[in-house]
């Protein structure tokens, strides 16, 4: 894809070969590829793109109708409203890709879209996502794809602000495109837990001020206060999100501290809290020696 904006679409033309040089390529299928092209020009991902850490291809299905009308849909079988997408124009936009690790179609049965898949996603090479307007792909379309994905149990009028959550989620956990590499592991999620509070200048605003912790300069009170603040929004805002979290047996304490009960600590699968420690007994001293000895 070029520079220009809005991205051209990718080429009609069959393409058999492999994925270029990008550590992972997006292909998105698509009939409004102009809703898909500002989140690949700009910000991280268009800078991503340019040192060629990743690349973003958007297929117009419309170029695979097979017809003068560039027609991709039809009327459902058996009646109803709405249009179908044809799997046909589907196959021959899948067709003119190179192989792809994972072909993709959004769905509200699909699997729920979280950052765990993110993670698994970004190992890959090639990804291949279909996005369905109208009454969505004709039912066969599922024997062309390898999973299904959600984002949520509400409706949109498409598939094309599913696929640019996917791409952001998952463009970001490629090697080299967050500046600092440590940046997403703290993020939301990818520790398990909702993130903590981040404030900066200035210090003072309408009455609200910056926790003293993190002004103070100790880095170790600073990481304790934020696994603290971290627990204790996931506790109120998302308990969900604690059933399997990777715990420690002080977070076990914290939370016990918060006002969770042992019944939801055994449910989450939080470790006991650490044994107190056991103060050594003074050794008695030696008895003296007996005289003459």
């Not at 270029?20 to 299928?29: C, H, I, N, P, Y």
């Not at 991280?44 to 973003?56: F, H, S, W, Y």
């Not at 299905?61 to 079988?77: E, I, L, Q, S």
Request: aromatic fraction near 6%; proline fraction near 10%; glycine fraction near 10%.
């Amino acid at each position: 894809m070029t520079d220009a904006h809005p991205l051209p679409d990718a080429t009609a033309e069959a393409d058999t070969g492999t994925p270029d040089a990008a550590g992972l390529t997006f292909s998105f299928l698509t009939l409004f590829p102009e809703l898909l092209a500002p989140f690949a020009a700009e910000a991280i991902v268009g800078k991503a793109r340019e040192r060629g850490l990743l690349d973003v291809r958007l297929v117009n299905m419309r170029d695979f109708a097979g017809n003068r009308h560039h027609k991709v849909d039809d009327t459902p079988y058996g009646g109803g409203a709405g249009m179908v997408i044809r799997v046909d124009v589907a196959e021959r936009a899948l067709a003119s890709l190179p192989a792809a690790d994972e072909v993709i179609l959004f769905s509200p049965a699909g699997q729920p879209f979280t950052q765990a898949v993110a993670e698994e996603l970004a190992e890959r090479r090639h990804l291949v996502f279909l996005c369905g307007r109208y009454e969505g792909f004709d039912a066969r379309t599922e024997g062309l794809v390898t999973r299904e994905l959600s984002i949520g149990d509400f409706v949109m009028m498409g598939g094309e602000a599913a696929a640019a959550c996917v791409l952001e989620a998952v463009a970001r956990l490629v090697p080299g495109v967050l500046g600092d590499p440590e940046s997403h592991q703290a993020d939301s999620f990818s520790s398990g837990l909702l993130d903590y509070p981040e404030y900066t200048r200035p210090p003072e605003w309408r009455g609200q001020s910056v926790p003293d912790v993190l002004r103070g300069g100790n880095h170790g009170a600073v990481a304790a206060w934020r696994r603290g603040q971290a627990l204790a929004r996931t506790l109120a805002r998302r308990p969900d999100l604690l059933v399997g979290a990777p715990l420690t047996p002080a977070d076990t304490v914290t939370l016990g501290e918060l006002g969770a009960t042992p019944e939801q600590l055994q449910e989450w699968g939080a470790p006991p809290p650490p044994r107190p420690k056991r103060r050594k007994r003074p050794r008695p001293a030696d008895p003296d020696p007996s005289p003459g000895s």
